[in-house]
């Protein structure tokens, strides 16, 4: 997601929850990174964040929705449920890693980009491969028909050529 810094100085050591539901933050970030998402249900996530020593921060919450990706088998759109949960600690980086800093400090105000955070979330909860359903039979190689919804005429015999080698065993 695009950058999306907010103070935590203010916040109490007991935290403060905070309800990030503007879609256009995703929008952009699946138009930014061409991601083949389309939105479904509005995502929301819901933070609690705890500062911790001065320089880091607890960020609890759960990020709910779903969005519409493309089967890998099929190539037709299919809802896809997001509901994870999270609880991660994140501090301002050692110089020397020089990793991407998602907590900083800013003319003596410390802050946290919680949107790198809420991408990263996003991005674990996509499968890796992802299918309409376990069962999708995909697009026929042959003539490129949706083997879903429509019969294919291509010779059946050919069959899964991974699986002619078991074609000749014999179970003794
Ligand atoms: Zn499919
Ligand atoms: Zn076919």
Same mark, same amino acid.
């Given at each position: 997601m695009l950058e999306l810094w907010i103070p $935590?100085?203010?916040?109490?050591?007991e935290g403060e929850g905070l309800t990030f539901a503007d879609q256009v933050l995703w929008h952009e970030a699946w138009k930014e990174f061409s991601l083949p998402v389309e939105p479904a249900r509005d995502l929301e996530a819901v933070v609690t964040i705890m500062p911790q020593g001065g320089d880091g921060a607890l960020i609890r919450g759960t990020l709910r929705g779903s969005v519409k990706l493309v089967c890998d088998r099929c190539t037709e759109l299919f809802e896809f449920n997001i509901d994870v949960n999270f609880d991660i600690f994140e501090k $301002?980086? %050692? *110089? *020397? $890693?020089? *990793? *991407? +800093?998602?907590v900083r400090e800013l003319n003596g105000e410390l802050q946290l980009d919680i949107g790198a955070i809420l991408w990263e979330e996003f991005l674990l909860a996509l499968p890796v491969k992802p299918l309409c359903s376990e069962g999708c039979k995909g697009?026929? +190689? #042959?003539?490129?028909?949706?083997l879903n919804s429509q019969k294919c005429e291509c %010779?059946?015999?050919? #069959?899964d050529e991974r699986l002619a080698v078991f074609r000749n065993l014999k179970i003794k």
């Open positions: $935590i100085s203010e916040i109490h050591a $301002i980086p %050692d *110089e *020397e $890693i020089g *990793e *991407e +800093p998602r697009v026929c +190689p #042959g003539c490129g028909k949706d %010779d059946k015999e050919i #069959g």
